[in-house]
T-cell receptor, first 112, second 114 residues
């Protein structure tokens, strides 16, 4: 079964809006939570990652919020642009060698 | 610099045929991963190679799937007696040993089994 549950499946926002993607997990051994961005025809690319000892991390217009007690984390895209239109995957890992458990993905469309 | 490359980019085959998918990792990356991405699904871990250690094959869905890595570099994923449910995008990723969680993905091979 899927160890990381991601929602929504898709969302559409206008330019400048803030799409929010949510992920939830059950395995308390997970200690690394990355987000990947994938454009059509390309492989996923690491966007930003967080560890459970912090509640928020920002890199440019991308922010991860992490709630350890709720076992949830989310990605916010500030001031979204049409170029941010892509599929976003959350993931989690519980071991140092990097095996990742991925969510099902969210297709984000930012309209001009 | 060169990223992870995969070939072929697309493969159409008939049910029952064998296929081989190739991955060239980033030079110097000792860890290599194979994932499968089915339509509308997330990425499913298949197999992991790290240096000379025994590979972790825990994600391979059946004994029709196998993979090898020659000389610690190029890897080949083989699917024998392909089935229609094998149709998916097969992604390869590589990473440095001391930064295994930072994985760099190739563009994938899109496999269609008719």
């Amino acid at each position: 079964q899927q160890q990381v549950k991601q929602s929504p499946q898709s969302l559409i926002v206008q330019k400048g809006g803030i799409p929010i993607i949510n992920c939830a997990y059950e395995n308390t051994a997970f200690d690394y939570f990355p987000w990947y961005q994938q454009f059509p025809g390309k492989g996923p690319a690491l966007l930003i990652a967080i560890r459970p000892d912090v509640s928020e991390k920002k890199e440019g217009r991308f922010t991860i919020s992490f709630n350890k007690s709720a076992k949830q984390f989310s990605l916010h895209i500030m001031d979204s642009q049409p170029g941010d239109s892509a599929t976003y995957f959350c993931a989690a890992s519980d071991n140092s060698w990097g095996k990742l458990q991925f969510g099902a993905g969210t297709q984000v469309v930012v309209t001009p | 610099g060169a990223g992870v490359s995969q070939s072929p980019s697309n493969k159409v085959t008939e049910k029952g045929k064998d296929v081989e998918l190739r991955c060239d990792p980033i030079s110097g990356h000792t860890a290599l991963y194979w994932y499968r991405q089915s339509l509308g699904q997330g990425l499913e871990f298949l197999i992991y190679f790290q240096g000379n250690s025994a590979p972790d094959k825990s994600g391979l869905p059946s004994d029709r799937f196998s993979a090898e890595r020659t000389g610690g570099s190029v890897s080949t994923l083989t699917i024998q007696r392909t089935q229609q449910e094998d149709s998916a995008v097969y992604l390869c990723a590589s990473s440095l040993e001391n930064s295994a969680r930072t994985q760099y993905f190739g563009p994938g091979t899109r496999l269609l089994v008719l």
